[in-house]
């Protein structure tokens, strides 16, 4: 089955500094990536996703980039506010057994310090 | 993600006991999901249901039960064999049963504790 690995588990920046948290995955047959974000003892809210036909998109501070040949891709945050600070978990997703089978990762506890 | 929701938000459990997780969804979608959320790691697919009346089991269905008699709802039950069902229960939807690109929506969890 996919195997889902993201790095690093925690992560400490400044308040105005970038942030990047990578994963890779095992299946190639995964063709659509999405990243989520989870506040504490809230539920995980998309916030971008890529899929497997684009290497690379962009919603303002965040950007996603993916590596068909290497089985990886990242979440990139600019300029990073105190409300980023939250666990962020990447996703791969393909069709496995009729259905959308998604595997997700570890998470990444993100700090900002003001 | 709105328009799942699920409840009750905290659930305690005394032993030997099933209890029931309700998960409601108002976006007409075709798949519903239930993951188990443990501290320190992923989300873990418990069971899911691509259409009314049919489900199927997940990676970590031992312990669990579901039922499909609507559309809109996918209750959980957590029986007394699941020896270690303290977590936070997630449940999810998405728009088609064919899809592998389609985006999975979360209710808000609820969290179980074991008495």
């Known amino acids: 089955g996919e195997n889902v690995e993201q790095h690093p588990s925690t992560l400490s920046v400044q308040e105005g500094d970038s942030a990047v948290i990578k994963c890779t995955y095992s299946d190639s047959a995964s063709n659509y990536f999405p990243w989520y974000k989870q506040e504490l003892g809230k539920r995980p809210q998309l916030i971008i996703d890529?899929?497997?036909?684009?290497g690379e998109k962009k919603d303002q501070r965040i950007a996603v980039t993916l590596n068909k040949t290497a089985k990886h891709f990242s979440l990139h945050i600019t300029e990073t506010q105190p409300e980023d600070s939250a666990v962020y978990f990447c996703a791969a997703s393909r069709r496995s057994g009729g259905y959308q089978k998604v595997t997700f990762g570890t998470g990444t506890k993100l700090q900002v310090i003001p | 993600d709105g328009g799942i929701t699920q409840s009750p938000k905290y659930l305690f459990r005394k032993e030997g006991q099933n209890v029931t997780l309700s998960c409601e969804q108002n976006l007409n979608h075709d798949a519903m999901y239930w993951y188990r959320q443990d501290p320190g790691q992923g989300l873990r697919l418990i069971y899911y249901s691509q259409i009314v009346n049919d489900f199927q089991k997940g990676d970590i269905a031992e312990g669990y039960s579901v039922s499909r008699e609507k559309k809109e709802s996918f209750p959980l039950t957590v029986t007394s064999a699941q020896k270690n069902p303290t977590a936070f229960y997630l449940c999810?939807?998405?728009?088609?049963?064919?899809?592998?690109?389609?985006?999975?929506?979360f209710g808000p969890g609820t969290r179980l504790t074991v008495l």
């Open positions: 890529i899929r497997s036909n684009v």
């Open positions: 999810a939807s998405s728009r088609s049963r064919s899809g592998s690109t389609d985006t999975q929506y």
